[in-house]
Nanobody, 122 residues
Framework: QVQLAESGGGSVQAGGSLRLSCVAS?????MGWFRQAPGKEREGVVC???????NYADSVKGRFTISRGNDKKILYLQMNTLKPEDSAMYYC???????????????????WGQGTQVTVSS
């Protein structure tokens, strides 16, 4: 399995920005960001596939941007115009190669980081 380590979480006021980073032990064709708030199921935020095509959850479209570092072992999540409902533990995940658009279902990924907390106050 791929080893993943997230960083960059923190506390911000609504409307603010944060950038999360995820360092992978090796390049993986399919990676994504997920989040889980207390009492809620883990949900997909955005993923990026082997061909660079991305897939965003409707709730973050236009506000969040996923990208890879030059060596493609680093995954970023730029989060702008943050809302209180974005508060959650954010996880980086990696999955095996798959044709087509990457899925946002957590079950489609088999390597997970420890998570980084994001708290947005109103």
């Amino acid at each position: 399995q791929v080893q993943l380590a997230e960083s960059g979480g923190g506390s911000v006021q609504a409307g603010g920005s944060l950038r999360l980073s995820c360092v992978a032990s090796t390049y993986t064709t399919r990676m994504g960001w997920f989040r889980q708030a207390p009492g809620k199921e883990r949900e997909g935020v955005v993923c990026i596939g082997y061909n660079g095509i991305t897939n965003y959850a409707d709730s973050v479209k236009g506000r969040f941007t996923i990208s890879r570092g030059n060596d493609k072992k680093i995954l970023y999540l730029q989060m702008n115009t943050l809302k209180p409902e974005d508060s959650a533990m954010y996880y980086c995940a990696a999955g095996a190669f798959r044709w087509g658009v990457c899925p946002l279902g957590p079950d489609e990924y088999n390597s997970w980081g420890q998570g980084t907390q994001v708290t947005v106050s109103s």
